[in-house]
């Protein structure tokens, strides 16, 4: 059984960092991304990565303040975030698709697998 568990979360002051890790169980997966859902607003696109084809993307809000890697067994993806800013706060999510993307998709619809995800507060 596939599973993605977030966990890393909390509340930080402006200017701050964390780091988000997702745990993945059942099979590894290629092509994985991180979206973000903040209240009252749709679930958005933060950053995603396809280790076949080692290309990145990552949303203009966060270019150059986050960084989507993996764990060197690949069982664990993370999401270091820096320079946290109070609009970063939302409930964030790791996700995954079935098979290998060349591109790693921007569009939720397009990802199988979604862990429960993790609250990110960030304080003025």
């Known amino acids: 059984q596939v599973q993605l568990v977030e966990s890393g979360g909390g509340l930080v002051q402006a200017g701050g960092s964390l780091r988000l890790s997702c745990a993945v169980s059942g099979r590894t997966f290629s092509t994985m991304g991180w979206f973000r859902q903040a209240p009252g607003k749709e679930r958005e696109f933060v950053a995603a990565k396809s280790w076949s084809s080692i290309r990145t993307s990552y949303a203009d809000s966060v270019k150059g303040r986050c960084t989507i890697s993996r764990g060197s067994r690949d069982y664990t993806v993370y999401l270091q975030m820096n320079s946290l800013k109070p609009e970063d706060t939302a409930v964030y999510y790791c996700?995954?698709?079935?098979?290998?993307?060349?591109?790693?998709?921007?569009?939720?619809?397009?990802?199988?697998?979604w862990g429960q995800g993790a609250q990110v507060t960030v304080s003025s």
């Open positions: 996700a995954a698709t079935k098979g290998d993307r060349f591109d790693p998709p921007r569009v939720a619809d397009e990802y199988d697998y």
